[in-house]
């Protein structure tokens, strides 16, 4: 089995240990024996066929702003990759971005691709420290957020988690991320997935149930430290 | 009103010190209340003014740098030693050294800043030299993003009188705007050893800048270095380990060449060959006839850099990851390291220990010991055997692996 990955503006997007996310689904894919290969994105490429896995990673203003025409270009493409099933993972900037639009603090308005239905409006403060959210479907996911975006869910979009402890889409609602078919976006970095495996286990298996287009088990894994360092992670202060 | 002053500022640190409060913040908190003006009207006397050393990695061991070379050419130096960089710590600084009769017998200050505190610094106190190291991820918690501490130190190069000593190597750092510029520079050779944020994992597309710069480090071998300082080059063995401090060392001598202008550099060269690193960034302790070095790591480029100084086949190591204020919360960066240059690690340590053995485990570099616990990670590690050791430690966990250390063997 071989799965392909496609890295969303690996350049410009790549703050926060964004890399650690890319080298966890590699890593546990290889552990099981499956092949990977990561193809990245950057703006005025094409997106090659066969892509299994997307993820995009949080980026500076200056990042931010060299992508936005590009990823308005690719958004059809990607819109029909994710309503096929594609597990999707985007976090911070990229979650912003996969919403309808991102107001400025200056009340410019920057298109996003409209796959997740979601608005974010630039904040008058940074939303920063560790942050613990309950999932439906992952359970306990922990990570670090670092925003000043408030993010709304539209009526109807499912938010990725509830608040637990950390401020999440806008420190209100106690709603954080978004959820659409196998698409996840959330402001949780740290990076997310070597702490929360079960982030990672649940694209991995997406993949391949898409891929083969029939109901899958990964094998189990050691997750020992993983486990502990989820533990450590979930106990420390704000 | 500074003699009232001096007297308040000293009686207040005398109290502080009598109840055992290491009395840093308070002396400085009343005199900032009482005489706003204080700080700028004892330092603004000074013939040279103020030199303010700023950046992301390498301020501390910089500022000694600095210090020392005009030391050696007969400048009486005011530094902020204690390593407590805000304008407070400095306005402690100068209660410590200062007469009660206002007497303040100085040349120079040269002052180690952080970006935020440089800029509230610079509102206060005219300054005439700015020396910017390099603008790297850190506690991106504290400052936000790297382009906005980019801006901090654009504030700082602004409020420099005389001169603004950059790196041109540093994609932030070298587009700074300034009246008077001076650059610092690595040769192309060295420059591929020396990863920024932008191409720590992409190499391909690195070259130097073609800004003409008053210092080069030319060639580094062991502690064998090559600067090409003016016009001419001169060699010397430093005492200073690691190619970031060798660097960092070119900065100082840009800075001093530009201060001093008559002195001969190789008088410069000749006293860098002295100096010694800061405390905490390369002491070598004895252990039970075992050598252990401590290495401060802070953030991706230097935990990067540190690996391709100081990993070899001789050394044991052990890793020591906080998340305290001082070290950052967020330690994310953790994974924009490539630590695969390490053969193993005897052991992991501090509050995030387990995070750090995770990170390994996708390196596939083998951790033998997990210890929260630094005292008892310290002791197993440095008394397993007589290998010499290398600790690689976040802020936090260095001054409490110092603290360990210095109770167990001669410094």
Sequence with gaps: ?238 | MEKLSILLGKSVQKVTRLRGNGGSALPGLVIERTNPKFVRNILSKLPYGVVVVSGTNGKTTTTKIVTELLEAEGLKVFTNKTGSNFVRGVISAILKNIKLSGKFDYDIAVLELDEAHAVKFCEVVPINYALLLNVQRDQLDRFGEIDHTAELLQKVAENAQKAVVLNREDPRVGKIKAKHKVFFGLSDTLLKKFPSDDNLLDKADIHSSTQPALVTLEKLNGQKASYHIKTSDYQTNLTLKGIYNAYNAAGALALVSTILPETDSANFVQTLSKVESAFGRGEVFKINDAEVEILLVKNPSAFQLSLASFVDDEHDYMIAINDNIADGHDISWLWNVDFKALPSVKMVSGIRATDMALRLKYDDVKVEKIEENLETAVDKFATANKKPKRIFTTYTAMLEIRKIISGKSLL
């Design chain 1, 1 to 238: 089995m071989n799965l392909n990955i496609l890295h969303l503006y690996s350049k410009e997007m790549n703050l926060y240990g964004d890399h650690g996310n890319i080298l966890t689904l590699r890593k546990r894919c290889e552990w099981r024996g499956i092949k990977t290969k990561v193809y990245t994105h950057e703006p005025g490429q094409e997106i090659p066929n066969d892509i299994d896995i997307i993820f995009g990673g949080g980026g500076q203003d200056s990042g931010q702003s060299k992508i936005e025409k590009d990823l308005v270009r690719i958004a059809p493409e990607l819109k029909e990759m994710i309503e096929a099933g594609t597990p999707t993972l985007v976090i911070c900037g990229l979650y912003q971005l996969f919403g309808e639009y991102f107001e400025t603090s200056e009340g410019q308005k920057i298109q996003g691709t409209n796959i997740l239905g979601i608005t974010t409006k630039g904040g008058p403060t940074r939303l920063i420290g560790n942050i613990t959210i309950n999932t439906p479907e992952l359970g306990e996911v922990v990570g670090y957020e670092n925003h000043s975006g408030l993010t709304t869910l539209k009526p109807g979009t499912l938010a990725f988690g509830t608040v637990v402890n950390g401020a999440g889409n806008n420190g209100e609602d106690m709603t954080e991320g978004a959820m659409y078919k196998n698409c996840i976006g959330t402001y949780l970095h740290g990076p997310i997935l070597p702490k929360n495996p079960r982030v990672a286990d649940f694209l991995i298996l997406k993949a391949l149930e898409k891929k083969t287009g029939k109901a899958q088990k990964l094998a189990v894994l050691n997750d020992r430290i993983e486990q502990r360092a989820h533990k450590v992670a979930i106990s420390r202060p704000r």
